[in-house]
Nanobody
Framework: QVQLVESGGGLVQPGGSLRLSCATS????????MHWYRQVPGKERELVASVTRTGSTNYVDSVKGRFTISRDYAKNTVYLQMNSLKPEDTAVYYC?????????WGQGTQVTVSS
């Protein structure tokens, strides 16, 4: 059973930075695409950033120019570098991986942007 484990969340002041990590128990090569989602209470989960096996990336408009998704195949890890954080970025962030074997989710990591 493939597992995704997020880490790196926490409390940060507006304008600060955080880097989220998503470690996969299997090879990152087995995934066609990896995504970061976020969710706040009472709202639907929102797709924030994606990276495909070929390296194509996509971002929701609200984070373009501030967030960067990347992957390290040697470490089987996907990252989300978040800069210039805003209070509206506060959410639980989830890692998601799409493979031929199924769709996998991590447990989520809380990001709180507050002064």
């Amino acid at each position: 059973q493939v597992q995704l484990v997020e880490s790196g969340g926490g409390l940060v002041q507006p304008g600060g930075s955080l880097r989220l990590s998503c470690a996969t128990s299997g090879s990152l090569f087995s995934f066609n695409a990896m995504h970061w989602y976020r969710q706040v209470p009472g709202k639907e989960r929102e797709l924030v950033a994606s990276v495909t096996r070929t390296g194509s990336t996509n971002y929701v408009d609200s984070v373009k120019g501030r967030f960067t998704i990347s992957r390290d195949y040697a470490k089987n890890t996907v990252y989300l570098q978040m800069n210039s954080l805003k209070p509206e970025d506060t959410a639980v962030y989830y890692c998601n991986g799409n493979s031929l074997g199924g769709d996998y989710w991590g447990q989520g990591t809380q990001v709180t942007v507050s002064s």
